[in-house]
T-cell receptor, first 112, second 114 residues
Framework: KNQVEQSPQSLIILEGKNCTLQ??????????LRWYKQDTGRGPVSLTI?????NTKSNGRYTATLDADTKQSSLHITASQLSDSASYIC???????????FGAGTILRVKS | DADVTQTPRNRITKTGKRIMLECSQT?????MYWYRQDPGLGLQLIYY???????NKGEISDGYSVSRQAQAKFSLSLESAIPNQTALYFC?????????????FGPGTRLTVL
């Protein structure tokens, strides 16, 4: 079964600190992997996208990495801000059938 | 994303009632989707439509039906709501020719079935 598993389930950090969220997947083959940010009460919004051949992609303070050999991706947030408090979802676009497989998300809370 | 709107935003109903959730988009995308989100689970695809005349079942279509009234409108119906359909429902749109088929999500509808 194609799966996307994220860890940790939730995380609390102090404002200004860095953190790394993990995504392990078994989906294969896939065309791209995307990280979404979902604020409370809102729909997910795309942060980064990587194809299977890319290793890293940045969007401001967000940096995503992909290791296709170990089937792992991570999202690193630098100098966290209160507005980073949200759920972060790892999503894989399967190569065939244009189907998306969603992780359950990591809930991040940034405290002052 | 204001380009994808959903109504209502919140709804409480009783078991056995018929419910319709509506989605409208101004992005001009042909593809539209309905998902449900439950705590601790990833979004699950209910139905999707690649154009006005195309409707496809997703992973969890039982108990749901959809209608694609126009390119911009895609409605989800629960013919006879049951408590385990209590969830957050999202509509999404995409254009496969742009942005690696990124999906753009509406703000969601929180549905509670008592």
């Amino acid at each position: 079964k194609n799966q996307v598993e994220q860890s940790p389930q939730s995380l609390i950090i102090l404002e200004g600190k860095n953190c790394t969220l993990q995504c392990n997947y078994t989906v294969s083959p896939f065309s791209n992997l995307r990280w979404y940010k979902q604020d409370t009460g809102r729909g997910p919004v795309s942060l980064t996208i990587m194809t299977f051949s890319e290793n890293t992609k940045s969007n401001g303070r967000y940096t995503a990495t992909l290791d296709a050999d170990t089937k792992q991706s991570s999202l690193h947030i630098t100098a966290s801000q209160l507005s980073d408090s949200a759920s972060y979802i790892c999503v894989i676009n399967m190569e065939y059938g244009n189907k998306l497989v969603f992780g359950a998300g990591t809930i991040l809370r940034v405290k002052s | 994303d204001a380009d994808v709107t959903q109504t209502p935003r919140n709804r409480i109903t009783k078991t056995g009632k018929r419910i319709m959730l509506e989605c409208s988009q101004t992005k001009g995308h042909d593809r539209m989707y309905w998902y449900r989100q439950d705590p601790g689970l990833g979004l699950q695809l209910i139905y999707y439509s690649f154009d006005v005349k195309d409707i496809n079942k997703g992973e969890i279509s039982d108990g749901y039906s959809v209608s694609r009234q126009a390119q911009a409108k895609f409605s989800l119906s629960l013919e006879s709501a049951i408590p385990n359909q209590t969830a957050l429902y999202f509509c999404a749109t995409s254009d496969p020719l742009r942005g690696y088929n990124e999906q753009f999500f509406g703000p969601g509808t929180r549905l509670t079935v008592l």
